[in-house]
């Protein structure tokens, strides 16, 4: 067999380019913002992570500048070699202070901060223990690491602490979570997970990409919102999401901090992060810890939503956060929704299998604290007529 059989005999994609029907690679002509351009058409944007609207800051755009005047638009090296600056530094050291860690370290993504993370930290003799929802950047980062790997019904903490026992005879044991799961918007519940790692000897690491900026009273995240922020081991974060850039960073003890620096493979062996983008996060950052009300504003948008889909009869799951899914279960039907949303001047994100669980297709959608009324009242009179058209409600 060829090695390239494989591809074209990949057929599903093609197909829905033939049917009008294919939702991904949509180039944007205009600025990631709460009114996006695609193809000359002005569309609400519901799909994006940029939860406190910061791409478009003043202060933001004008701190990326400034940058790339001073130093240049690429580090061209590693952090290990040429390639850390002193605003790399700088930025570590106000994220620790902000997320109340002993220190912290920037990745060029977050995908890379969670594979580097997890593959140094766990060893042969060592197991990783998942939700069965984790971010794909977890599974991954567990699939390159040489220790055993356990996945737990999602949020179940019978079937967690079933994973916890039977790892007694290992080294160490690490549990990771996502703070604020990414497709269907709901919290981990951060109490009772660690009081099983307590019971049964493991440390936690949460990834909170979705979480800081958003949750706890000044924007920490999962850890903050449950007041257990001196009980997690780890917590990990990106930088393309609140803060309206693109990196991501882990943050813990110093000497844990300091062995992932010298051992995690994707921060050693890839670029670091650009002038550009370290400045983006350093002014999001500052407007993150001076502007609590563009928190308190997106949670009246969330709210408001919230509300608004599930009067209207739209199955929204257990969200808990701006990430709002409208399940719709089938996968065909949740690709011709997205088209007729699409026709009514929405953008939102289709999401099926493996993305979710099979027979769970769903559109996600997410909200900034720069949405208006208007953009909202928009877009919930859009979905009820897709909604009432396709018999979904």
Not at 32 to 39: A, E, K, L, M, S
Not at 162 to 184: P, Y
Not at 340 to 362: D, K, Q, W
Request: glycine share 8%; net charge neutral; proline share 3%.
């Amino acid at each position: 067999m060829d090695l390239f059989d494989k591809c074209s005999k990949f057929t599903v994609a093609k197909t829905l380019i033939q049917m009008g029907m294919y939702p991904y690679f949509n180039p944007l002509q205009s600025q990631q913002d709460t009114r996006v351009t695609i193809n000359g058409h002005q569309l609400i944007m519901i799909g994006s992570n940029n939860y406190l609207g910061l791409t478009t800051h003043p202060k933001v755009k004008e701190a990326s500048i400034r940058a790339v005047e001073k130093y240049g638009t690429s580090c061209s090296g590693s952090r290990f070699l040429n390639g850390t600056l002193d605003i790399h530094e700088e930025l570590e050291a106000r994220l620790a202070r902000f997320m109340k860690q002993e220190e912290a370290l920037a990745f060029s993504t977050g995908f890379q901060t969670n594979l580097g993370t997890i593959s140094a930290l766990i060893s042969k003799d060592d197991a990783v223990i998942t939700d069965k929802t984790d971010h794909a950047s977890i599974i991954d980062g567990c699939r390159l690491s040489y220790g055993q790997t356990l996945r737990f019904k999602h949020n179940d903490m019978k079937e967690l602490e079933r994973a916890l026992i039977s790892t007694n005879n290992h080294g160490g044991k690490l549990v990771i979570v996502d703070g604020v799961f990414s497709m269907e918007g709901d919290i981990a519940p951060l109490p009772e997970i660690l009081q099983l790692c307590k019971r049964y000897g493991a440390r936690i690491m949460v990834d909170d990409a979705h979480s800081i900026g958003i949750l706890g009273e000044n924007g920490r995240g999962t850890s903050e919102h449950f007041h257990v922020e001196d009980q997690v081991d780890l917590v990990m974060g990106t930088f393309s999401k609140s803060f309206a850039s693109l990196g991501g960073f882990v943050v813990g003890k110093k000497e844990v901090v300091h062995y992932i620096k010298h051992h995690a493979r994707s921060l050693i062996f890839s670029a670091s992060m650009s002038p550009a983008s370290v400045a983006a996060t350093l002014a999001s950052l500052t407007i993150i810890e001076t502007e609590p009300e563009r928190r308190e504003k997106l949670w009246r948008n969330t709210r408001k939503m919230k509300e608004g889909f599930t009067s209207l009869g739209f199955d929204t799951g257990a969200s808990q956060s701006p990430v709002i899914p409208i399940i719709i279960g089938d996968d065909l039907k949740t690709f011709k929704f997205w088209k007729e949303i699409f026709n009514e001047g929405v953008y939102v994100n289709p999401v099926v299998s493996p993305g979710v669980a099979p027979g769970r297709s769903l559109l996600r959608t997410s909200y900034m604290a720069t949405h208006t009324d208007e953009d909202l009242d928009l877009v919930l009179n859009a979905f009820e007529r897709v909604g009432k058209r396709l018999g979904v409600i």
